[in-house]
């Protein structure tokens, strides 16, 4: 089991470590899952998310690589932004999400989910012969912690002299935090929230982690609430929401495929789907009973048998339970009624607008 570089801080806080993605994880700490949720909701917890991939690409078509194994524009982008995007197969299905940071055109890096970093290095390693460019998995030099919530600008100003003020939502810039860098500074995360993501030198790991804790005012937050914060965003996960079986059309993401962009891998997929008409749907749904809507649970529309649960919770913020699935595109309409058997017993879902969650404080 592979551990991150902030693994001692964890265990010495009596976090409850669980395996994820080949890494032990802290899935929350001593004062709980819905408490970790209210403080990212309402002041700033720190996620350790060191176990995610990074990718860097550089040479003179690093730009043109990326946008082809990519579905959104990387070229559309300038200097020191950040956009979301897909990486997919020829058929148009998810090899995974992920972000682009785009530095300039011969400088490019992806950061891709921790459990599919091989299987998606392996992929796009494929196409980069076509390309005069270096493609390098970075993964293990780096290390990340998210600081998320209300009060991450006010506390994270203590400890940099970067005008954070500058540095716009899905935007980043190179800067010292605690006098360590410089580092990439990113007004990026995974929770609704106003928060930065703060790329660093694992050799600086504990001096940055330090200098946060230090402040007085972040609470550390485990994998269990980055769930139930980025649910009730809507924000997809990979392996529960979409996945190899699944396309950005049919995944409430056409936003982040671009079909007018050029070639890219799983374009003529997405454009004979897009003709033929999405079959599916991934919607959000809530429930009045007090139930838990759990992964995997069976749906029916209209009586008929409509796959599983894709992601489901009860809401710290809403105390709702609420949840994901897919319904046939007809039915995938807000108010519409699905069901969902719930240790034996059917109950009502109503098909509900995504994100659940309205009042984050990301800018």
Not at 24 to 32: A, L, R
Not at 80 to 106: K, M, P
Request: net charge negative.
């Amino acid at each position: 089991m592979l551990k991150t570089p902030f693994y001692a801080q964890h265990v010495a806080l009596g976090a409850k470590m669980v395996p994820f993605a080949g890494f032990e994880m802290p899935v929350q700490y001593p004062s709980g899952i819905t408490a970790e949720h209210n403080t990212v909701r309402t002041g700033c917890g720190v996620f350790d998310v060191s176990h995610m991939g990074e990718f860097k690409i550089t040479g003179p078509q690093a730009m043109e690589f990326v946008n082809y194994v990519t579905s959104n524009n990387v070229a559309a982008l300038v200097s020191g932004q950040v956009h979301y995007s897909g990486i997919l197969y020829e058929n148009g299905t998810f090899v995974d999400d992920c972000l682009v940071y785009y530095r300039s055109n011969d400088h490019v890096m992806m950061v891709v989910n921790a459990s599919n970093k091989d299987k998606d290095f392996a992929h796009i390693s494929k196409y980069v012969g076509k390309f005069d460019c270096k493609l390098e998995d970075i993964s293990d030099q780096v290390a990340l912690l998210a600081l998320q919530g209300p009060k991450a600008q006010a506390i994270l100003a203590t400890l940099t002299d970067v005008d954070l003020d500058a540095i716009k939502y899905y935007h980043f810039t190179d800067g010292k935090v605690a006098g360590v860098g410089p580092m990439i500074i990113s007004r990026t995360g995974y929770t609704g929230e106003d928060g930065f993501e703060l790329y660093h030198d694992v050799k600086d790991a504990d001096k940055v982690w330090d200098a946060i804790m230090a402040t007085g005012q972040v609470q550390p937050v485990g994998l269990g609430c980055r769930d139930s914060l980025r649910l009730e965003m809507g924000m997809a996960l990979y392996g529960n929401d979409i996945d190899d079986t699944v396309t950005p059309l049919e995944a409430n993401l056409g936003w982040l495929v671009k079909l007018k962009k050029g070639d890219f891998v799983g374009k003529a997929a997405l454009e004979a789907q897009k003709a033929a008409g999405v079959p599916r749907k991934l919607v959000g749904f809530t429930i009045a009973d007090k139930a838990f809507p759990r992964h995997g649970y069976p749906v029916f529309v209209n009586g008929q048998p409509s796959g599983t649960v894709c992601s489901g919770t009860m809401s710290p913020s809403l105390q709702l339970p609420l949840g994901t699935c897919y319904v046939p595109t007809a039915h995938a309409i807000v108010g519409n009624q699905i069901e969902v058997e719930i240790r034996g017993k059917r109950l009502t879902g109503t098909i509900t607008e995504m994100p659940f969650w309205k009042h984050g404080s990301h800018k």
